[in-house]
């Protein structure tokens, strides 16, 4: 796969990532949360977590592959890791209204 095509379809995971977590974030702050809504967003969450690790993997291989300024290098992983923060808060968040 191009890097290219790994980017777009990664935006597409990132779009998905966020509409969920901002499903989330809004349910966790009413007074009452839906458990139910969290429990199906927060798998959904998860399940778009691990493809977007999966795209932000390739896309680090054939950036590396393609030999790109290391600024670039770092400049990505700094956009991968905005996303996983976004999940561990959440995921935090979520445990701290089971707990």
Do not use: H, W
């Not at 779009?15 to 798998?43: G, Q």
């Not at 959904?44 to 790109?68: F, G, R």
Request: some cysteine.
């Amino acid at each position: 796969m191009s890097l290219a095509i790994s980017i777009r379809k990664r935006a597409t995971a990132r779009s998905s990532f966020t509409r969920t977590a901002n499903v989330l974030k809004e349910e966790l702050n009413e007074v009452e949360p839906d458990k139910s809504v969290l429990d199906d967003k927060f798998i959904k969450l998860q399940t778009v977590n691990t493809e977007l690790k999966t795209y932000d993997s390739v896309i680090l291989d054939l950036m590396i592959a393609a030999e790109v300024p290391d600024d670039d290098l770092n400049n990505e992983v700094i956009s991968c890791e905005e996303y996983l923060d976004e999940f561990i808060s959440l995921s935090r968040r979520i445990k701290e209204k089971d707990g």
